[in-house]
């Protein structure tokens, strides 16, 4: 029996294929969004106090009831929005189911959803697994901004869903409230958003200096523990090529954002991420300054 995929042209995705490609060539990983810090210990006696107190069976299909009180709370003191825990919050299993189900829940046959490339690659294929017609708008470099005069033309009488996220996922820019206030225009709300912590800044600033003697040119990283480095001062190859040559021969895996975009627009950029180890940062640094 054959099975024909909703998705044919959906493939592996690019982080599994770069990371399986850095661990081929014992490559430092700096290509997917997953810090390399220790667990602090309190996190794992915790894990381990509920584990014991034999709290390790199916939670509630919405989440635990403590959990879901706790967001509440903390959704109540950052945003000034009451939520009630019992209807208005489920708990989920990591970003992508989140995504998954707020798009479902709203994405009809026919609507059309305004994504913003570069653009996570979660988004795309769940739109249209729900029949949704994705409308692209780029956002523009270097500083990966919105143009608002585009998103007011994209919308049209079958716009059901605008997607936003700040920081903006995979670049890390921050909307500014300049933004808000054009986003307010186009739409019944929006939400404000708060900065990151010291500590990825502080991550950001040490990798940035780590690479002043390089050939890499930083672009504007504002809300995000991932760094985009203009190499067009180095080479001339494509960005899925060049991000190939820097995994397999100088064993420093990025990514290349030309993934993030449905017609694979090139702009000679990578992206690192910098919430590692301050000796894996040095270590990364040391290579990528020898390029």
Same mark, same amino acid.
Request: one cysteine or more.
């Given at each position: ?8 042209? *959906? ?8 990371? @399986?490609?850095?661990? &081929? ?14 667990? +602090?210990?309190?996190? *794992? ?9 034999? $709290?390790? =069976? ?10 879901? &009180? $706790? /967001?509440?709370?903390?959704? !109540? ?7 009630? +825990?019992?209807?208005? /919050? ?15 829940? *709203? ?11 570069? !653009?996570?690659?979660?988004?795309? +294929?769940? #739109? ?26 994209? #919308? ?5 869903? /605008? ?21 307010? =225009?186009?739409? !019944?709300? @929006?939400?404000?958003?708060?900065? %990151?912590? @010291? ?6 600033? =040490?990798?940035?200096?780590? %690479? ?7 672009? +504007? ?33 990025? #990514? ?18 910098? !919430?590692?180890?301050? =000796? ?6 040391? #290579?990528?300054?020898?390029?």
């Amino acid at each position: 029996m054959t099975i024909t995929s909703k998705l044919p042209d *959906v493939g592996t995705s690019i982080f599994t294929v770069m990371s @399986a490609l850095a661990a &081929e060539h014992g490559a430092i990983n700096l290509s997917q969004g997953f810090p390399d810090f220790d667990t +602090p210990p309190v996190m *794992v006696d915790r894990v381990l106090a509920h584990m014991r107190a034999g $709290r390790n =069976q199916y939670a509630p299909m919405q989440g635990v009831a403590l959990l879901r &009180e $706790r /967001i509440a709370e903390k959704t !109540a003191d950052l945003y000034g929005n009451p939520v009630d +825990p019992d209807t208005e /919050i489920t708990v989920t299993s990591g970003a992508t189911e989140a995504l998954f189900a707020a798009i479902t829940a *709203v994405v009809r046959p026919g609507d059309e959803v305004v994504v913003f490339e570069p !653009a996570f690659d979660s988004y795309v +294929p769940v #739109i249209r697994l729900n029949g949704g017609i994705p409308v692209y708008l780029s956002m523009k470099t270097p500083d990966y901004c919105i143009d608002w005069d585009e998103v007011s033309d994209a #919308i049209g009488p079958n716009t059901r869903l /605008i997607i936003i996220t700040s920081p903006h996922n995979p670049m890390g820019t921050v909307l500014s409230p300049a933004d808000v206030a054009a986003l307010k =225009q186009i739409v !019944a709300d @929006a939400s404000l958003y708060l900065e %990151l912590s @010291a500590f990825y800044q502080k991550k950001r600033d =040490q990798f940035l200096s780590l %690479l002043e003697n390089s050939r890499f040119k930083p672009l +504007p990283c504002h809300g995000t523990y991932f760094q985009m480095m203009d190499y067009s001062a180095i080479s001339d190859l494509d960005d899925v090529a060049f991000a190939r040559r820097m995994t397999t021969v100088h064993k420093v895996a990025a #990514i290349q954002p030309s993934e993030f975009y449905h017609d694979g627009q090139d702009n000679r950029v990578l992206r690192f991420c910098f !919430a590692k180890r301050d =000796q894996t940062l040095e270590q990364t640094a040391e #290579i990528l300054c020898r390029i």
